[in-house]
Each structure stands twice: as C-alpha cells, then as structure tokens.
C-alpha cells in the first residue's frame, strides 16, 4: 500500500506515542490470556513472555512433547523488546567477537559468528515451517559509511570482520556509486552489505510465536507478575510455580528483580515511523528491496523500510534512567522525536515532508562487558539468557535452542559456545552507573558532532569513551 505523504511541519510530534509500539498498531494489542491462578506444578518455567522465553519453550516441546512448561508473562507476550524492535533479524555481533575471541580463543569466536550465520536462517526456516507471517524478507543488511571519517572507520575496521568470519560472500564492500544503485544516503561514502540479515515485523513474529507454543501445549500465563526467583519456584502475586529449571528470560527488564539491579542496565531505545510514503519518494530515495539500513556514527541509528513502505528510523534517546528504571508504555521524549526525524531527514531528505505517525521506545539488556551470556546452573536448576545489547531478535533463537540442550543435559556444539556460561561482572551502584552511561552517550554524540563538522578523523572522545566504558 503507499498513499502519498501529506505535507506537514517536520517538526511535528508522532500522531502517536508509546501504546507498547507502531507494531501493534495495524493488528491492535493481543487480547490477554489468563493468568496464573494458585499454585501449580511445572518441569520448567521461564520468566518474560518475550523471544527469549517463548523460542526457549518452542524447542524444549519440539524435542520433548512430553513437558510441562509454562511462560509467566507480566504483561503480554510481545509487551517488551520482542514487540517494539526495529526489525533487524541479524547475525552481527558488534564488538562481540574481540572479548569472546581474547576469553576462549579464536576458534571458539568463529564458531559463534558461524551459529549466528545460521540463526538468521532457522528463524525464517521456523516462521515458515509454522505459518508465522512476520513481513519477513532476506534483503541483507547495508552498512552505510556517512561521511570521510565514518568511511575510514568501515575499511579500518574490515581486517576484525574478515577475521571474525565474516569472508568476501558475507561481508561486500561498495563504493558510492553502487550504493546509490541500490538506496541513495545523503553523504554516503560507501557502505558493507552483508546477506546474513532479513526484515521482520517484530509484533508479528512474538505474537505467531507465543500462538504457536500455546499450541504445542505450553501453558502462556499472562498478567503475572513473577515477584522473586529462587531454585525450584517462581513466586507470583497469584501462586508460585514449582519447577526443576526456572529460566529468567526478562532482558531488559531483569533490573526490576530483587537482586539483579546491576545484572544489566535497561538501555533504552527509541523509535519513529512515517507515514506511508509515495511513489515519488520512493523513486527518489531509489531503495526497491528490504535492506536493513545503518551508520558507522558513534551514536550509530537503524533503519527499515516497512512492508507497508515507511521508513521505520531508531536510536539511543535517552539512552539511561537513574536507578535502573524501566519504561512502561513506550512513550518518548519529544525532544528524542525530534532527534530522529532529523536524522531521518539528513539521511533521506526526500523523506523530509512526510508526517511521523508514531514514536515509541523500549528497553534491553546490557552487560558490563557488553557481551550477551547463556547459563544453567545445574545445581539450582536457575538459567537465564540475555544481555543481546540491541542485537537480540536473532539471538533469543540461539539461546532458545542453547537453553533447550542445556536443560536436556545435551552434549551438543550449542552448549560448547563461548557465550555459555560466561562470568560477568555487574554494573556499578548509582550515581555511577547513571553518570558513567550518561556520560558515554554525551561523549559519543559530541564525537558524532565534531566529525560531521569536519574533524577529519575518528574523535579521540570516542576512543577514550571505548576504552573506559569497555565496549
Ligand atoms: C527499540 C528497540 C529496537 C531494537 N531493535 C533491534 C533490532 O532491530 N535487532 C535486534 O537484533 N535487536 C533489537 N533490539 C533488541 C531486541 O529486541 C531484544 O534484545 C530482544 O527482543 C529481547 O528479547 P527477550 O525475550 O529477551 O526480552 P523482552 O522481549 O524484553 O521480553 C521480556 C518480557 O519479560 C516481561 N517481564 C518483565 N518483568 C517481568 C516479571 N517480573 N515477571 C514476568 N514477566 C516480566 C516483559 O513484559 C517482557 O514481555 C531492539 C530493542 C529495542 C527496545
């Protein structure tokens, strides 16, 4: 469908904000399932009604029909990250490789970036094989390198990637020109374009999900809030389970947990979407596929172009609330609103008059060590899995099937990953978490500014802001 854009002030607030995400918008929030209702018996129960919890308790019933498992779910399945997301089902792994390579060494790093490679494929594999339609279209990913400096950047930081895996088939360098055959980015230098990415539309592929594993003959409890964790029981308002594994699959969320305020800060991030846009845009802007579109800024955004032809533009916002606080319904600043439509029009300024018709934000999970991390403790039979910063719509796919053999007690490549079992330190208490995130962002935005002004290099606040925050 694509109607014209109607002519408005750009700086205009979203028609809509927060209501969970623009996601839900066309199909309505889901109607509630039940909630738990007194105490109940379970084989394994996962907390968080997310990717996370609900890929979990696909496999674990595809491998053993025979369990009882149960999703406890505060809200709705799809009410955190799963639903609100940009959309980019990718096998990138920003960062990660380095720290996993320097901890278990390089071939452990590789075969983490291969089973990534792979993850990409089985979500589309499985939402195929159950009638999952998630607006799905594997059209890969475009790097774009906006500018000299971000240019520099992309090529110097090839030798990593090509080290990681990521070989001439999976990672293509283009020049300008043949980026503009594909989209025309204002500043463009050049760009990477990798195949081992596809578009979804987030709501969709939790929502098919969460029907699918009902289904299977999950029990998906929702409006229940799990108040504490402890080895064999998930304690609610309304009952407790009891379980032999309990898995905390909250993500974002986890700090609102007794215990684990500084397991991992809830990031924040934000998006907007246009309206519909007309062919005449479309024409000027010149991208006919799916690609995911983002930039090597230090406060770097991502981008989709819908299935119902917007452009979808996310970033950081506000990217830290004192406290660890989480947000509820998705409501964003106007001034983050603002921030974004810029972006979008500096980008794409063909894009420039058409009206944002909905702006909303979520949180997600980062570690310390800004690397995500799988577990079971066999002892107490509590796992968890997250920690994706910002890349978890692939991921939750690979912890799902590495929490399935982990619970099975499977001997299998999954659990030999590097991520399995790695030790993290936590955050620092406040003001310190909030100053040092704070700051960060502060620092990476003012890098941002002073190259796009003409520094000429990468800005050392970016490099010193690396250092420091160890990402
Ligand atoms: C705006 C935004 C854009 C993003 N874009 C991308 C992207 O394009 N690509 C990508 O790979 N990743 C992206 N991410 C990250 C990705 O969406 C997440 O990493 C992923 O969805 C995490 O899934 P999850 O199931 O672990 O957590 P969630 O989806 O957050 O699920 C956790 C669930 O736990 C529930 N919960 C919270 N507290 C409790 C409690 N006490 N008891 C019971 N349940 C509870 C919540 O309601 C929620 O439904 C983005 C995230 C955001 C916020």
């Not at 991208?287 to 090597?296: H, K, M, S, V």
């Not at 490549?413 to 208490?429: I, T």
Request: charged share 25%; proline share 5%.
């Amino acid at each position: 469908m694509s109607t014209a854009p109607t002519t408005r002030p750009t700086s205009a607030p979203a028609r809509t904000n927060g209501d969970v995400s623009f996601w839900y918008a066309a199909d309505g929030l889901p109607a509630r399932r039940p909630a738990l209702d007194g105490d109940t018996d379970a084989d394994v129960v996962l907390v968080g009604g997310g990717y996370t919890g609900l890929w979990t308790a696909y496999y674990l019933k595809r491998a053993d029909p025979s369990l009882r498992i149960v999703v406890l779910e505060k809200e709705f399945a799809g009410f955190g990250a799963s639903g609100r997301n940009g959309g980019w089902l990718t096998a990138a792994l920003p960062g990660q490789f380095r720290r996993y390579a320097a901890a278990h060494g390089v071939q452990a790093a590789t075969a983490m970036q291969q089973a990534m490679f792979d993850t990409v494929d089985e979500v589309i594999a499985v939402a195929a094989a159950e009638g999952i339609d998630a607006d799905i279209r594997k059209d890969g990913e475009l790097t774009v390198a906006v500018g000299e400096v971000q240019h520099r950047r992309m090529l110097a930081h090839l030798p990593e990637q090509r080290a990681a895996g990521w070989g001439e088939d999976d990672l293509v360098t283009l020049g300008a020109a043949e980026l503009g055959d594909r989209v025309r980015v204002s500043g463009a230098r050049g760009a990477l374009w990798t195949p081992h990415c596809a578009r979804i539309q987030p709501a969709r592929l939790v929502r098919g999900l969460a029907e699918v594993v009902e289904r299977m003959g999950v029990r998906v409890l929702e409006g229940t809030e799990v108040t504490a964790i402890r080895p064999g029981a998930a304690v609610c308002r309304q009952g407790t389970v009891r379980a032999p594994y309990v898995i905390r699959a909250m993500e974002g969320f986890t700090a609102t947990l007794p215990g684990h305020r500084r397991t991992w800060v809830p990031m924040n991030s934000s998006m907007i979407v246009t309206e519909p846009l007309g062919p005449g845009v479309w024409d000027e802007i010149g991208w006919r596929g799916a690609e995911l579109i983002g930039d090597e800024a230090h406060a770097y955004c991502y981008i989709q172009r819908t299935a119902d032809d917007r452009i979808a533009i996310g970033g950081r916002g506000v990217p830290y609330r004192f406290g660890s606080r989480v947000d509820a319904h998705g409501e964003t600043a106007e001034a983050t609103q603002r921030q974004l439509a810029g972006l979008l029009h500096r980008l794409f300024p063909a894009a420039s008059s058409a009206g944002i018709d909905h702006a909303w934000s979520g949180v997600l999970g980062v570690p310390r060590d800004w690397c995500a991390t799988v577990e079971l403790d066999r002892s107490t039979g509590l796992g968890w899995a997250g920690g994706y910063v910002g890349h978890g719509v692939a991921t939750t796919n690979l912890a799902g099937r590495t929490l399935c053999d982990l619970v099975l007690g499977r001997d299998t490549d999954l659990v030999r990953l590097p991520w399995v079992g790695r030790k993290v330190r936590g955050w620092e208490p406040e003001p310190l978490r909030w100053l040092g995130i704070r700051g960060l962002y502060v620092a990476y935005r003012a890098a941002d500014r002073r190259e796009d002004a003409g520094l000429g290099r990468t800005s050392l606040i970016a490099r010193a802001a690396d250092l420091l925050s160890g990402r």
